[in-house]
């Protein structure tokens, strides 16, 4: 049996070529009865539009791109948050006639923005959504700008972040997650930094300090080290931390991977978790339910936010909707085992 033709849609449905065409293209100004009889045509005559011929003609593939930060990076890689900025970034694909393509790239490649750029040239994307901590590194956002393609940013770090962006409340959920913990009793409550080029990260550290503030408890420059979003880092400044003679009763790491690392180390000082020392961690990673006991962290939405951002490429190509520059998509507190009360006899103002 012979395939249909746009031409045998447009005849069945009433219309011209030109009409089905901008419907297959989810293209504005056709009347909802004219695109739903066109539709019904497309369905009944199981057409399927030619998609090569459809990005030779726009010049640009029904495609969007998503880069990422490459998770073998890291000494304990998060497969969760890759998995989920796929798939919200998938659903909108999915939804609107769009393939997916994930590119994952190298801060550490001295060559990566021309990486990218070849990319872009031989994938021709419709789009770009690239996610932190990419979005702030200013070689690579100048790379792609620098290939006229449509760019959406997820968490840049930047309060006044220029061009298209999705961010979550990193600030208010990290003085959040301090506020709990000082409710707990806890008064000397360390903290773990991120990368210091991670700039979405570092607004946790800034959470941290108003979280205090907001508590009436002194910010403690000794209770801050510094971490490199790794497991491992995560580790040492843990022992770090739990082998003072003055040790703090909780450690709030500022991303999961890190406060694995610290729960490690308390394991191995042979502390009890949340007996002595309560550890609280941010993204919520798969590994965050996994791990004895269950780490209390902050979730990060990150398939919402991909999604978000895949939206905005896609609005942005359509004339009739006015596509949003900059979009909020609050994180949430998951309260579980790996913290508790502040033990009473430990619960003190650290100064050292």
């Known amino acids: 049996m012979a395939h249909s033709t746009i031409t045998d849609v447009a005849r069945l449905a009433g219309v011209s070529i030109k ?172 903290f773990v930094n991120g990368h210091p080029d991670h700039r979405a990260v570092q607004l946790r550290l800034s959470g941290y300090k108003e979280g205090l503030k907001q508590s009436g408890l002194p910010f403690v420059t000794s209770l801050v080290v510094q971490g490199d979003n790794s497991f491992g880092s995560g580790l040492e400044a843990g022992l770090k931390l739990l082998s003072r003679k003055q040790r703090p009763t909780a450690i709030f790491a500022a991303n999961d991977d890190m406060a694995v690392g610290v729960m490690r180390a308390a394991n191995q000082l042979g502390l009890s978790i949340p007996k002595d020392v309560s550890i609280a961690g941010c993204d919520d990673i798969t590994l965050a339910e996994q791990v004895h006991p269950p780490l209390t962290t902050i979730r990060q939405p990150f398939s919402t936010m991909a999604e978000q951002a895949a939206l905005m490429l896609v609005k942005g190509g359509e004339e009739s909707e006015r596509a949003t520059r900059h979009a909020v998509v609050p994180g949430t507190l998951k309260i579980r085992e790996s913290t508790g009360p502040a033990p009473k006899s430990t619960a003190s103002r650290a100064t050292k």
């Open 19 to 190: 009409t089905v065409s901008r419907v297959v293209n989810r293209e504005p100004g056709v009347r909802e009865e004219t695109r739903a009889r066109v539709q019904a045509a497309i369905d009944e005559l199981d057409y399927c539009p030619n998609q090569s011929a459809r990005d030779l003609a726009s010049a640009k593939a029904h495609l969007i791109c998503l880069i990422y930060e490459d998770p073998s990076n890291y000494g304990l890689p998060s497969a969760g948050y890759i998995i989920r900025l796929q798939s919200g970034v998938l659903r909108v694909c999915r939804s609107h006639g769009y393939e997916l393509l994930v590119h994952p790239a190298s801060q550490t490649n001295p060559k990566v923005a021309e990486e990218l750029q070849a990319v872009i040239r031989r994938a021709r994307p419709a789009g770009i959504v690239l996610a932190a901590p990419l979005s702030s590194n200013p070689a690579i956002v100048k790379a792609i700008t620098q290939t006229n393609t449509p760019l959406v940013r997820i968490s840049p770090g930047q309060k006044r972040a220029t061009g298209a962006v999705v961010v979550t409340n990193d600030l208010e959920y990290s003085a959040e997650m301090t506020r709990y913990l000082a409710d707990c009793g806890h008064q000397a409550i360390a």
